[in-house]
């Protein structure tokens, strides 16, 4: 029974994480520009996101989407500009670094850190975590902490798992193209988080 869950979950996880949205983009903008781990990095803030927000979902805790539903619009404002900072400062530094320059753990614990409260402030992720586990008949068996936990654990499974196959298969693009290339990708990049935030802001 618990490995059933688990599977769905993970399956849950993997595909609320797909969708083309700002931290795919983040994720591959890193991962031309800087590398693997970088993507990775970002994938993985987001993947705890998601995690905790499976949690809040599988255990219905009412408090707290309640407190979202009362919030909405902050949490749109703040989500929305805090998408379009980061696509700014992504046009900015579209220039790739080539070197193997092996990033600090204090680097990667940041932008990880970024892209989790970036992911938070999208408060309609819940809904949809709502949504898939009624649907793959979820919500039904979890029953217990231990399942609940399970089954946060595995939404971050497979959301880790979507961004480890995005960055790998960016990694592998990254030495095939050239600079001007990648520096192209990234301000386009960068333009449609601006707008992805500037829609978040305008569907308020």
């Not at 618990?2 to 795919?24: Q, T």
């Not at 990775?40 to 009412?62: E, K, V």
Request: with cysteine; proline share 3%.
């Amino acid at each position: 029974m618990h490995s059933l869950l688990f599977l769905k979950c993970m399956l849950s996880g993997f595909l609320l994480a797909a969708p083309i949205g700002p931290v795919n983009l983040i994720c591959l903008k890193r991962t031309l520009s800087e590398g693997r781990l970088s993507g990775l990095a970002a994938g993985l803030g987001a993947a705890l996101a998601d995690a905790l927000f499976a949690y809040i979902a599988a255990a219905g805790l009412h408090v707290f989407t309640d407190f979202i539903l009362r919030h909405v619009s902050l949490l749109r404002w703040v989500g929305g500009l805090l998408i379009i900072y980061l696509g700014y400062r992504t046009f900015q530094s579209a220039a790739p670094c080539r070197e193997e320059v092996r990033p600090s753990p204090h680097s990667l614990l940041r932008l990880a850190g970024k892209v989790f409260v970036l992911t938070l402030t999208n408060p309609f992720t819940i809904f949809a975590f709502l949504a898939v586990f009624s649907t793959l008949g979820i919500a039904g068996r979890i029953t217990s902490l231990t399942a609940t936990v399970l089954a946060a654990l595995a939404v971050f499974t497979g959301s880790a798992l979507w961004w480890l196959t995005l960055t790998g298969l960016a990694a592998c693009f990254r030495n095939r193209i050239t600079d001007k290339v990648i520096v192209k990708i990234n301000r386009l990049s960068g333009v449609l988080i601006v707008l992805l935030g500037i829609v978040s802001i305008l569907e308020l």
